[in-house]
């Protein structure tokens, strides 16, 4: 993951210096922490963990559970007994309804309902914590990568600097050489 984070700050700030557009590390670290995948990994455990945090009130209420059901038969029937009479019934209905509900309430379950409300809140603060610590992780990968950028490209600028210095001390060297106040060995 690094090495894609590296390489794209790399290349948005090398396409940047490239168009001679002045990159502020304010908004190299801003556009990192926006697109970075573990920093939204982090902020997206986070909110889930502080919705659980918020939900954990639940755990001191009744749970209810209800069942019901319909049911619609239509048959058609025949019968012959032993004295050879037959009943034949057809299109009989029936109709049956059933309904249930449950109520459960622990009242005491040994602190245990006490127990996962803080575990889910420190859940929550450690969810945050964590978030934190990798923005603050990224925004330093980023920082050291950008500044290291801008001190190869300063130090790229010296190289061409010293080379346009030495170019010139060739040239002068040359013409004290033509003029016949210059050796070969300074040359």
Known sequence: MRRKLFAFLFTAVFL????AQPVAV?????LALQKNYDVRLF???AALA???SRFSFGLYLPTINGQGAYVRNTND???????NNETIREGVQSTNLNGSAQLIWTIFDGTKMFATHKRLAELEVLGQLNAKNQMVNTAASVIATYYGIVRQIQQLKAIQEQTSVSEERVKLAERKLQVGTGGKPEL
């Open 43 to 45: 902020q997206n455990s």
């Open 16 to 19: 940047n210096l490239c168009q």
């Open 50 to 52: 502080a919705n659980d």
């Open 77 to 83: 029937s025949r019968n012959v007994t032993f004295s």
């Open 26 to 30: 304010e908004q190299v670290v801003q």
